[in-house]
């Protein structure tokens, strides 16, 4: 049985709201990836340059599949069977038709992982549809890794926060997948070297 949080949690975001929600690294603040509207509200309110692409939040490597894409067997075998769902971050080429622009910062690639957070998840997968998983702060703000860090001004302007605790309270590591050798755009979570 769904707690009656997430339920209302998925009702706010399947009528085009914006959410603050827990996952495995810290707070994220998302949206469909489908309703532009939405979107452009939350690059407005986390004060996101338009330019940045933001990381969005799958519940299996199946949905992934659908907004870039075909991994190679490398990245499969050597990053997302190790390391997904968790803390590792994968930017690939977009399937560029089901990507908003916006959310890939006007490039073809995008970034994507699975939490291993069992409310991100049961969120993602009830919806059916990706959603967009920045840090709940604004744009160059400290990212909030528990309740208390949330910034009352960003809740004030989201129409509803999931409480819940926090595993990892670090930020995920982000490799990019588009050229050989692989790049860590990021260091995070996990310890990688980059090869591929």
Same mark, same amino acid.
């Given at each position: 049985?769904?707690?009656?949080?997430?339920?209302?949690?998925?009702?706010?975001?399947?009528?085009?709201?914006?959410?603050?929600?827990?996952?495995?690294?810290?707070?994220?603040?998302?949206?469909?990836?489908?309703?532009?509207?939405?979107?452009?509200?939350?690059?407005?309110?986390?004060?996101?340059?338009?330019?940045?692409?933001?990381?969005?939040?799958?519940?299996?490597?199946?949905?992934?599949? &659908?907004?870039?894409?075909?991994?190679?067997?490398?990245?499969?075998?050597?990053?997302?069977?190790?390391?997904?769902?968790?803390?590792?971050?994968? +930017?690939?080429?977009?399937?560029? &038709?089901?990507?908003?622009?916006?959310?890939?910062?006007?490039?073809?690639?995008?970034?994507?992982?699975?939490?291993?957070?069992? +409310?991100?998840?049961?969120?993602?997968?009830?919806?059916?549809?990706?959603?967009?998983?920045?840090?709940?702060?604004?744009?160059?703000?400290?990212?909030?890794?528990?309740?208390?860090?949330?910034?009352?001004?960003?809740?004030?302007? +989201?129409?509803?926060?999931?409480?819940?605790?926090?595993?990892?309270?670090?930020?995920?590591? +982000?490799?990019?997948?588009?050229?050989?050798?692989?790049?860590?755009?990021?260091?995070?979570?996990?310890?990688?070297?980059?090869?591929?």
């Amino acid at each position: 049985m769904m707690s009656k949080t997430i339920q209302d949690a998925i009702k706010t975001l399947n009528t085009g709201g914006i959410v603050i929600f827990p996952t495995d690294t810290a707070f994220g603040i998302g949206c469909r990836i489908d309703n532009k509207q939405a979107i452009e509200r939350l690059f407005h309110l986390r004060k996101r340059p338009r330019a940045q692409a933001t990381p969005v939040l799958v519940d299996t490597v199946k949905m992934a599949q &659908e907004y870039l894409l075909p991994f190679p067997n490398d990245v499969i075998d050597q990053l997302i069977e190790p390391y997904w769902p968790g803390v590792l971050t994968i +930017v690939f080429f977009a399937n560029t &038709e089901n990507v908003p622009t916006l959310v890939r910062g006007g490039t073809d690639t995008l970034g994507v992982r699975i939490p291993n957070h069992p +409310v991100a998840r049961a969120i993602i997968r009830e919806i059916g549809v990706p959603i967009l998983g920045p840090s709940a702060n604004f744009h160059g703000n400290a990212t909030p890794y528990s309740f208390n860090e949330l910034d009352p001004e960003l809740v004030q302007l +989201v129409d509803y926060v999931v409480p819940g605790e926090i595993a990892v309270k670090k930020a995920s590591t +982000v490799i990019d997948c588009t050229q050989k050798p692989w790049k860590i755009l990021r260091e995070g979570a996990v310890q990688l070297s980059a090869k591929g």
